[in-house]
């Protein structure tokens, strides 16, 4: 089964996170075992992403969400580690400025998304305003009730003007939360990567199940679908994201672009400069 099928959330569904397993990782049995494939992927996507810079045409958003220590940074260094840094590009969002809380909630993303032929990826994203906006109540129940619609027509503006939108949820459960902050408290170059959020969040873990829940049943689109990505591995989830991105972009049917130039006269041209004459 291609690995679109078996992890988007289908449109209209009821996510159960409770039910997902995160430790999940098909039928390897290891890291060193599941290497070949993560390479392949990943040459994939250089030799695909190469192909969407140079036809120009449309553009990829990759939207990543996850609760914390569930691997957004290790997942944009290995997704975007195999892309050319020309044509890519990162937004990571973070508590809004005072310019950006000063403006409707889309605005901050709308100005992040891709051009044609780039990849965007988004470390977190417009889905924060219905997951800590409604987890901590900063608005009005009424206020983040209405934004699951506006982000489904966002997104549908963004898709019916050539945004192909792929949006992965990382699914770590508590345990796993748990090792990964000791592993920070023990290792001092990730001392760093600590901040109080993670422990004044942890509590709230239920809240933020309720709201992860919605926004994948309510927004989960043909256009713009989700993905539960069992992330427990971090090299199983490495493996999924770059698989269903190749997945993505192969089915588009990308072309190179007809060359500008008549390339057997630019050929006569090279062999008469080769020869030492002068192009006629
Ligand atoms: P990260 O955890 O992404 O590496 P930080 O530790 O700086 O980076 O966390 C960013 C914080 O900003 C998170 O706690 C996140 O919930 C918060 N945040 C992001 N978007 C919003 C928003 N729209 N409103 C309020 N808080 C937000």
């Known amino acids: 089964m291609d690995y679109i099928s078996r992890f988007r959330v289908e449109p209209g569904s009821q996510v159960d996170l409770s039910k997902i397993d995160a430790s999940f990782k098909d039928q390897h049995e290891s890291h060193q075992h599941a290497l070949p494939e993560i390479e392949t ?18 553009s990829l958003l990759i939207c990543l969400q996850g609760r914390d220590a569930a691997g957004k940074d290790g997942t944009i260094k290995h997704v975007l580690g195999a892309m050319n840094p020309q044509g890519c590009k990162v937004a990571a969002f973070k508590v809004p400025t005072r310019e950006e809380a000063a403006h409707d909630f ?10 044609k032929g780039e990849v965007a990826i988004f470390n977190r994203s417009h889905y924060e305003d219905v997951l800590v906006v ?16 506006h982000i489904n027509h966002f997104e549908q503006q ?3 003007s050539g945004t192909h939108i ?13 090792a990964r902050f000791k592993q920070r408290i023990d290792d001092p170059a ?12 942890r509590p ?10 919605a926004a ?33 972009l192969s089915a588009l049917d990308m072309k190179f672009p007809a060359p500008t130039v008549n390339i057997n006269e630019i050929r006569k041209k090279y062999h008469q400069i080769e020869k030492g004459e002068s192009p006629s």
Do not use: G
């Open 216 to 248: 994948l049943s309510q927004c989960s689109t043909p256009h713009a679908p989700w993905f539960i990505i069992p992330s427990n591995h971090k090299w199983f989830r490495n493996l999924a994201i770059s698989r269903i991105v190749s997945e993505t």
């Open 166 to 178: 792929l949006k992965f949820y990382l699914h770590i459960d508590a345990d796993e939360q748990l």
């Open 106 to 115: 889309l605005w901050r993303y709308h100005r992040a998304t891709p051009a």
């Open 158 to 160: 963004l898709a019916d």
């Open 41 to 58: 992927y990943r040459q994939q996507l250089a030799d695909l992403q190469y192909l969407m810079y140079a036809e120009n045409k449309r």
């Open 204 to 213: 709230l873990w239920d809240e933020y199940t309720t709201a992860f829940e």
């Open 190 to 201: 990730r001392h760093w990567k600590i901040s109080d959020s993670d422990y004044s969040e």
């Open 134 to 149: 409604r987890v901590h109540n900063l608005v009005p129940q009424d206020v983040w009730s209405q934004r699951y619609a």
